[in-house]
Structures are given as C-alpha cells and as structure tokens.
C-alpha cells in the first residue's frame, strides 16, 4: 500500500482538458492586459495564500485565481470567464481589481507613479479542496480579508512593465469551517504588457527569509530578477535548477560573477488549467542565501526545455 504522506507529496496529473471557449479568446493575443497579484507564507510554512487578478479589457475578460493552504489542507478558486471593463487600471492613482458577481477585490493606489506601501484585498468565494481544481465555484465557502504593507521594492527588472514589492501581510481567512491568520513574509506585484500571455515556458519564484527576498524569472535565454540580501540588492545574471519535482537544487549566477547555492521543498504543489495544458504551482521551503527561506515557485513548462537550456549555458 503507498503511504498517505507519498500520495500526498506525488506530483499533481500532467495531463490537462481541451482548452475553454474563454481561454481561447485571449489565447495569443497582443492585446493590452494587466495584472495584480498578493501573496504571502507564514515563516513557518503552516498557511499561504496568493490571490490573482488578470485583466483583458479589449477582449472583455478576467482571470481571478485564490489558493489557500493551512495546516495540510489545499483549497483553490480559479475562473477565466468573469466580465471586465474598457477601462486600464494598471497607470491609474487609485486601482480597483474586481470581477462581479463575485464578491472579490483587491485595491491599490499608487502616488507620482510610485506604488504605495498598502495593498487591501477581501473575497467571498466557493473554493475547491483540490491540488488540480477546475474552473468555477467549488464546494467549500471560504472568506478572505486583509492588507498588503510593502517595505522594499524591487529594483531589478523581472519583465518589461512589471514592478514588484515586499513586504509583510495581515490578514484573515475562514474556510471550510476553520480560521487562520495570515501573518507573514509577502509581496505584491502589479504588470501590464501587450505580448501573449502562457506562451514562452518560465519558472517564477519568489522567496523571503530573514532580511532577504527573492524574484526570480527563468526563461529559455537566460534569467532575470535578482535577491535582496541584508538591504543590498544583487541583480541576477542567470540561474540553474532542477526541473519541477519535489525538492529542487539551484544555482543563483549574479552579476557580479558570485553565485549562491539552495535547496526547496515544495510543502504542497498544484495546477491550474491554461488553455489546453497545466500550469504548476508550489509553496515552498528551504535554503537560501545563508539563511532559510519559504516562498512560491511556479513553472509554465517547454518546450523548448529552459531548465537543459540553463545547465547547458552554465556548462560553457
């Protein structure tokens, strides 16, 4: 008999359904779209949560994805065919991420085209307890309420139009009958961009620990972001790791030619479905930078196969 801890740590299902009409509408698309994302892991890797808005105001459609972990149970909301307006929130001072009906939000302001430090985002949605959840409203009622307190942004660029910052996060969530307190290590980033989105493979991470934090952007050319190690900044010049599994080595390449060693953990991993395939996400523990570190790292795989692509560059 296989052990309840290994069926739960197996890799989620590989193989994904035929793509949704409303995936297909956005699919390729150079469009404008935009962006804002929360998320946060408690230090000692007990909850996390992560809530997404993408918007497609050309095509007239929003993205809204929630995922919630606590004390070894996993439960996702995710749907792509919620109504949006004309409007680009992205530029404007005070933004108002939303999707009615749903009960759902996420707020942000911004000052002289800064971001300000406070995010508040609050939600009612009907969860899945699923590792490979479907779209639409699940089974399990779940409430979510809280703010985002940024503290440092990110000076390296991980992409064109894209800004990120850290910071910490308090909040509640009632689920399935219980409550947890989000208090921890988080980060908010918001992004516009008029390229296709789920096209080219990546893995994205980001990672905290003590006076450390990590964004992290692998791609078949190389990778870009960079850490922030005791209030210094280190851009990075390239990465290699493993494939996603498990547990998994890397190699952070900086620019100023040293490179650092870690190892993660994934404490759960999961899927969503994106057009016709799967997209793979992880909560995270581990070593950083000398020093622990929990986190996300998400993977959008090949091909081409950017994690080969990444040990043959640092075999040169």
């Not at 801890?5 to 698309?29: F, I, M, W």
């Not at 409550?179 to 296709?196: D, I, S, V």
């Not at 990075?236 to 190699?251: C, N, S, T």
Request: hydrophobic share 40%; aromatic share 10%.
């Amino acid at each position: 008999m296989i052990a309840r801890r290994t069926l739960l740590a197996a890799a989620p299902a590989a193989l994904a359904a035929p793509a949704r009409a409303s995936d297909l509408a956005v699919r390729g698309s150079k469009a404008y779209s935009e962006s804002a994302m929360v998320m946060t892991v408690s230090l000692d890797d007990a909850s996390a949560m992560t809530l997404r808005f993408c918007r497609f105001p050309v095509e007239g459609q929003t993205w809204l994805w929630c995922h919630v972990f606590h004390e070894g149970r996993f439960y996702a909301f995710t749907s792509h065919d919620l109504p949006c307006t004309s409007e680009r929130l992205a530029g404007v001072q005070l933004a108002r991420y939303d999707a009615p009906p749903l009960k759902t939000e996420l707020v942000r302001l911004r000052r002289g085209g800064k971001l300000l430090p406070m995010v508040r985002f609050s939600g009612e949605l009907m969860f899945h307890e699923s590792r490979s959840a479907p779209h639409g409203a699940g089974k399990v009622p779940g409430r979510i309420h809280g703010q985002f307190l940024g503290v440092s942004p990110l000076g390296a660029q991980v992409l064109e139009g894209r800004e990120e910052i850290y910071g910490f996060c308090d909040g509640e969530v009632e689920i399935g009958g219980r409550r947890l307190t989000l208090n921890g290590l988080a980060k908010f980033h918001e992004q516009r961009q008029e390229a296709p989105r789920f096209e080219q493979p990546f893995c994205y991470s980001w990672l905290a620990g003590d006076s450390a934090n990590a964004t992290t952007l692998l791609g078949a050319r190389g990778a870009r972001g960079g850490w922030q190690l005791d209030g210094v900044e280190k851009p990075l010049g390239d990465m290699v790791l493993d494939p996603p599994g498990d547990e998994r080595k890397i190699i952070w390449k900086f620019k100023d030619g040293s490179a650092e060693t870690g190892r993660l953990k994934a404490f759960v991993r999961y899927e969503v479905p994106v057009y016709d395939r799967k997209w793979t996400g992880s909560f995270v523990k581990g070593e950083g930078p000398g020093r622990d570190v929990v986190g996300v790292m998400n993977d959008w795989a090949g091909p081409p196969d950017i994690y080969a692509a990444a040990r043959a560059r640092a075999a040169v």
